[in-house]
Nanobody, 118 residues
Framework: QVQLAESGGGLVQPGGSLRLSCAAS????????MGWYRQPPGKQRELVAQ???????AYGDSVKGRFTISTDNRKNTVYLQMSSLKPEDTAVYYC????????????WGQGTQVTVSS
């Protein structure tokens, strides 16, 4: 019902910044939470940030103070502004939309690669 399309990934030097975008289409009225997850090479997928329809925001501990999640409701788009990037931020970043919490029902984007290296 909902399609998610990420963009904005790329190669950046340590200390640099990137802005990821996720455009949602379809039955967007059913979304209650949107967020970003990432999967570093050889590791499990982990939460980066999420924002509820009511505006409540949560961040993963490793990105607090460096990343900011925001939305543009008119454009049905969620953003992830990343600053002070570190090599350990290198991962495939996935956009996520949740429709129910219990039982959990969610959709995923295809992912966008972020590489932090000099």
């Amino acid at each position: 019902q909902v399609q998610l399309a990420e963009s904005g990934g790329g190669l950046v030097q340590p200390g640099g910044s990137l802005r990821l975008s996720c455009a949602a289409s379809g039955s967007i009225s059913s979304i209650i939470i949107m967020g970003w997850y990432r999967q570093p090479p050889g590791k499990q997928r982990e939460l980066v940030a999420q924002i509820s329809r009511g505006g409540r925001i949560a961040y993963g501990d490793s990105v607090k103070g460096r990343f900011t999640i925001s939305t543009d409701n008119r454009k049905n788009t969620v953003y992830l502004q990343m600053s002070s990037l570190k090599p350990e931020d290198t991962a495939v970043y996935y956009c996520n939309a949740d429709f129910r919490i219990f039982p959990l029902e969610r959709s995923w984007g295809q992912g966008t690669q972020v590489t932090v290296s000099s």
